[in-house]
């Protein structure tokens, strides 16, 4: 069965850190680029970060440049967010997404909750 | 970055067709045919209905159809039916190698 478990949310408080992970199973991960998406309690999806297979292209939004870095690991099927000088408004639910040569996000993770409150 | 257009909210009657509408700018919809459509039930994560502006992926109904003219992309649901009710959002690669998603409009079968 082809799927993305994400893990690493949580409570944290404004300015700390966090990791967050993307195991994936069922097909081959270094067949695809991937992604984070995230979700604000009742709002749309934005998009935050993505990564090439090779890891060899990596794009932020605005948002979050300078402050998240994505990463993966090839050899253990996973993707990684850390996300550095966490702010309220990054309050959200954190999906990862593959990204096949049909430049589309077609398979998903069911999220993981961060909140940033003190 | 700003997020593409979108209409909070459409309805239809079973049996009926909407359009949803997506309008971005020349730097994403409009130079690049890497528009895709996501259903969004409540509660459960997003399912890709079209890529490439008017590709299906398997398994996906033919009722689901989608375009796009100049810097305006749109999702068509014909035949409407119960099960359609769910949030869908537009996306687009943008000319700053960034994705951008719409704000999402909310369907209601009637």
């Known amino acids: 069965e082809v799927q993305l478990v994400e893990s690493g949310g949580g409570l944290v408080q404004p300015g700390r850190s966090l990791r967050l992970s993307c195991a994936a199973s069922?097909?081959?991960?270094?067949?695809?680029?991937m992604h984070w998406v995230r979700q604000a309690p009742g709002k749309g999806l934005e998009w935050v970060s993505g990564i090439s297979w090779n890891s060899g292209s990596i794009g932020y939004a605005d948002s979050v440049k300078g402050r998240f870095t994505i990463s993966r690991d090839n050899a253990k099927n996973s993707l990684y967010l850390q996300m550095n000088s966490l702010r309220a408004e990054d309050t959200a639910l954190y999906y990862c997404a593959t990204h096949s040569a049909a430049h589309a996000f077609d398979i998903w993770g069911q999220g993981t909750m961060v909140t940033v409150s003190s | 970055q700003s997020a593409l257009t979108q209409p909070p909210s459409v309805s239809g009657s079973p049996g009926q067709s909407v359009t949803i509408s997506c309008t971005g700018t020349?730097?994403?919809?409009?130079?690049?045919?890497?528009v895709s459509w996501y259903q969004q039930p409540p509660g459960t994560a997003p399912k890709l209905m079209i890529y490439?502006?008017?590709n299906r992926p398997s398994g996906v109904p033919d009722r689901f159809s989608g375009s796009k003219s100049g810097n305006t992309a749109s999702l068509t649901i014909s035949g409407l039916q119960a099960e359609d009710e769910a949030d869908y959002y537009c996306?687009?690669?943008?000319?700053?190698?960034?994705?951008?998603f719409g704000g999402g409009t909310k369907l209601t079968v009637l």
């Open positions: 069922g097909f081959t991960f270094d067949d695809y680029a």
């Open positions: 996306s687009s690669y943008t000319s700053s190698s960034t994705w951008v």
């Open positions: 490439e502006v008017s």
């Open positions: 020349s730097s994403d919809v409009g130079s690049y045919n890497r």
